[in-house]
Every structure is written in structure tokens, then in C-alpha cells.
Nanobody
């Protein structure tokens, strides 16, 4: 059984930065992803990283501003968010995909964290 716990969310002004962390328990040598859900909107893909950390994949809306990384020795995945915009406000979730495919499809992910709130003030 895998458990995922996100942290690092908070309130930040537009243009600021935050780093989210996702600590995983259990076997985690799989693709990890970050998703987000704003009030009244569907959950959307943000970024994914393969098991080795060599390959990454980003939504167009965050490309060039967000960076996903992982430290397998610590079983932790990170999302560095720079140049935050008001529209980045959402609950951010990390997720694990046991198929190891690098995908933006939420249906491919098997385990989810509880989420961490990111609020960007304009």
C-alpha cells in the first residue's frame, strides 16, 4: 500500500514562488504526477516525472514556470513553482502511476494524496 502526503502549500503573492513536497511510503519507483483542482473546475494535470527522474512532462499552462523533480533516496517528489499567477490557485495533489507511463491522464494514477492548498493573491 502506498501513502502520499503533500506539504508546502500556502498563500503567496503573484510572481512569488512555492515548493510543494510529496512524501511517499511503500514502493514508489513509479511515475509520479502533480495535479490541481480549482473551485468549480475539474482536476487538471500539472506535471509528471518518470521513476528515474530523467523524463518529465508538463502542462502548457505551467511550462517554463514549474519544475518537477524527485529524490528517490527520500521517497519524495517536489514541485517548484515560480512566477505564480492568480490562476494557479488550486488544491494541488500528487499521485502515483504504477504503469510507469508518463501520462497526463488522471485515470492512470492509482494512488493520490490528500492535497495541499495553494492560494495566489493578485
Amino acid at each position: 500500500q502506498v501513502q502520499l502526503v503533500e506539504s508546502g502549500g500556502g498563500l503567496v503573492q503573484a510572481g512569488g514562488s512555492l515548493r510543494l513536497s510529496c512524501a511517499a511510503s511503500g514502493r514508489t519507483s513509479y511515475t509520479m504526477g502533480w495535479f490541481r483542482q480549482a473551485p468549480g473546475k475539474e482536476r487538471e494535470f500539472v506535471a509528471a516525472i518518470n521513476w528515474s527522474g530523467v523524463s518529465t512532462f508538463y502542462a502548457d499552462s505551467v511550462k517554463g514556470r514549474f519544475t518537477i523533480s524527485r529524490d528517490n533516496a527520500k521517497n519524495t517528489v517536489y514541485l517548484q513553482m515560480n512566477g505564480l499567477k492568480f490562476e494557479d490557485t488550486a488544491v494541488y495533489y500528487c499521485a502515483l502511476d504504477r504503469t510507469r507511463a508518463l501520462t497526463a491522464s488522471s485515470g492512470s494514477y492509482d494512488y493520490w494524496g490528500q492535497g495541499t492548498q495553494v492560494t495566489v493573491s493578485s
